[in-house]
């Protein structure tokens, strides 16, 4: 499988911006899919995670009310929109996906996306 994350850039404190995960080479629509993103410096962390179906999301804390993750099965894509962004979502973000359920930590990730950069000015 492989993963294709779009979207990142550079936006401004309070601003939006809304990152794809296009997938292809396997059929993803019976996969979870989640969106983890690893700041300089730290550790990679889970951001949001959703079900084959769409019908369980999870969000961490810190996105909560301000980041959604969706899906496009018929386009296998997954979508996390981002809103009322802080200097402090500044990371890269990597798209994830697991056979199993939703991966909320590292070693429940199958494949992983190679990344796009996202930083938020003050």
């Known amino acids: 499988v492989q993963l294709v994350e779009s979207g990142g850039g550079l936006v401004q404190a309070g601003g939006s911006l809304r990152l794809s995960c296009a997938a292809s080479?396997?059929?993803?629509?019976?996969?979870?899919m989640a969106w983890f993103r690893q700041a300089p410096g730290k550790e990679r962390e889970f951001v949001a995670g959703?079900?084959?179906?769409?019908?369980?999301?999870s969000h961490t804390d810190s996105v909560k009310g301000r980041f959604t993750i969706s899906r496009d099965n018929a386009k296998n894509t997954v979508f996390l929109q981002m809103n009322k962004m802080k200097p402090e979502d500044t990371a890269v973000y990597y798209c994830?996906?697991?056979?199993?359920?939703?991966?909320?930590?590292?070693?429940?990730?199958?494949?992983w996306g190679q990344g796009t950069q996202v930083t938020v000015s003050s």
């Open positions: 994830a996906l697991s056979g199993r359920m939703i991966p909320v930590r590292l070693d429940l990730v199958d494949s």
């Open positions: 080479g396997r059929t993803v629509s019976t996969s979870a």
């Open positions: 959703i079900n084959w179906s769409g019908s369980l999301k």
